[in-house]
Nanobody, 114 residues
Framework: QVQLVESGGGLVQAGGSLRLSCAAS????????VGWYRRAPGKQRELVAQ??????TNYADSVKGRFTISRESAKNTYLQMNSLKPEDTAVYYC?????????WGQGTQVTVSS
């Protein structure tokens, strides 16, 4: 059973930074891909950033230059968020595609005050 646990969310003022972590447990492939998504109130879930096993990254236009996705290992992925804006307020989820199956974490709340 694969489980993903996000952490690192919280309340921060505009211009501040947060670092989100996604920790995976269970049978994890070295060739998985991980994405960070977010869902703001009243909006659809959107992809924020993703990273493949070879380190290739992709970002939403709205976060380019401010957010950085990285991975320490196949089980630990991070999202460094700088220059946060109120519109970044959302629940952030990590998703892992592992052996062809998508797994989601429970989410962590990020609130950016103006």
């Amino acid at each position: 059973q694969v489980q993903l646990v996000e952490s690192g969310g919280g309340l921060v003022q505009a211009g501040g930074s947060l670092r989100l972590s996604c920790a995976a447990s269970g049978l994890i492939s070295a060739f998985n891909a991980v994405g960070w998504y977010r869902r703001a109130p009243g909006k659809q879930r959107e992809l924020v950033a993703q990273i493949t096993s070879d380190g290739t990254t992709n970002y939403a236009d709205s976060v380019k230059g401010r957010f950085t996705i990285s991975r320490e290992s196949a089980k630990n992925t991070y999202l460094q968020m700088n220059s946060l804006k109120p519109e970044d307020t959302a629940v952030y989820y990590c998703k892992m595609k592992n052996f062809g199956v998508n797994y989601w974490g429970q989410g962590t709340q990020v609130t950016v005050s103006s």
